[in-house]
């Protein structure tokens, strides 16, 4: 898992990247919390996403955005940082000309920015929202949802509420040819730091079903 670096709208993003031996191999980016509030692509579940979609031999690749670690730039409220992501995208595409299928996933604004990302590139095909703010920032730019996907949530969840992120679900499952397969874990916050194992599990089934 070598550390790299990327260019990035802002200058360079402190990355980590890891190629699957078959070049037609899916591709997945990987968007880490708020900044703001010690969100780097180190975090925990950022990590265990991550080992999913490399165990499910994915050409995966997980980066800091502009102004965390090694990645240059400072916070933009999300606007920037979608830039950076798109910046990521289109770097790991570079490197898999040949991949066969596009995903995106991102925990907590992580997750907003992956589902922004979506509406904006039509090639990603699949996602995982890991506690999407949907009590903190608006989802309403989901309309329509363009591809569907795995959401996931803690019940206990003290930042995001379980119930902003049900009613996000039953909106965009109610959308034509869109499935949101959503997994509530009991008792989980929203760090899900006894969780960590269980998701990464639940990934890689959602994956197994819907590559």
Same mark, same amino acid.
């Given at each position: 898992?070598?550390?790299?670096?990327?260019?990035?709208?802002?200058?360079?993003?402190?990355?980590?990247?890891?190629?699957?031996?078959?070049?037609?191999?899916?591709?997945?980016?990987?968007?880490?919390?708020?900044?703001?509030?010690?969100?780097?692509?180190?975090?925990?579940?950022?990590?265990?996403?991550?080992?999913?979609?490399?165990?499910?031999? *994915? &050409?995966? #690749?997980?980066?800091?955005?502009?102004?965390?670690?090694?990645?240059? $730039? @400072?916070? %933009?409220?999300? !606007?920037? +940082?979608?830039?950076?992501?798109?910046?990521?995208?289109?770097?790991?595409?570079?490197?898999?000309?040949?991949?066969?299928?596009?995903?995106?996933?991102?925990?907590?604004?992580?997750?907003?920015?992956?589902?922004?990302?979506?509406?904006?590139?039509?090639?990603?095909?699949?996602?995982?929202?890991?506690?999407?703010?949907?009590?903190?920032?608006? *989802? &309403?730019? #989901?309309?329509?949802?363009?591809?569907?996907?795995?959401?996931?949530? $803690? @019940?206990? %969840?003290?930042? !995001?509420? +379980?119930?902003?992120?049900?009613?996000?679900?039953?909106?965009?499952?109610?959308?034509?040819?869109?499935?949101?397969?959503?997994?509530?874990?009991?008792?989980?916050?929203?760090?899900?730091?006894?969780?960590?194992?269980?998701?990464?599990?639940?990934?890689?089934?959602?994956?197994?079903?819907?590559?």
């Amino acid at each position: 898992m070598p550390e790299i670096i990327i260019p990035g709208p802002e200058g360079r993003l402190e990355a980590r990247y890891q190629k699957a031996d078959d070049p037609r191999a899916p591709i997945c980016l990987v968007l880490h919390p708020h900044p703001r509030q010690g969100g780097t692509m180190n975090n925990k579940l950022v990590y265990n996403t991550y080992q999913a979609f490399k165990k499910s031999n *994915f &050409s995966t #690749l997980r980066f800091n955005f502009r102004g965390v670690g090694k990645s240059l $730039g @400072t916070y %933009d409220n999300g !606007v920037g +940082e979608l830039t950076d992501a798109a910046a990521a995208l289109d770097w790991l595409q570079s490197e898999n000309p040949a991949a066969k299928t596009t995903w995106i996933a991102g925990f907590s604004f992580g997750a907003w920015l992956s589902l922004q990302l979506l509406m904006r590139r039509p090639e990603i095909s699949g996602f995982v929202a890991i506690s999407p703010p949907a009590s903190l920032y608006d *989802f &309403s730019f #989901l309309a329509p949802c363009p591809a569907s996907g795995l959401i996931i949530q $803690g @019940t206990e %969840d003290k930042i !995001v509420k +379980e119930e902003a992120v049900s009613e996000l679900v039953e909106k965009l499952n109610k959308q034509k040819n869109i499935t949101i397969d959503y997994k509530k874990i009991n008792g989980a916050d929203h760090f899900f730091n006894k969780n960590l194992e269980d998701i990464q599990k639940k990934i890689v089934k959602f994956i197994e079903k819907n590559i």
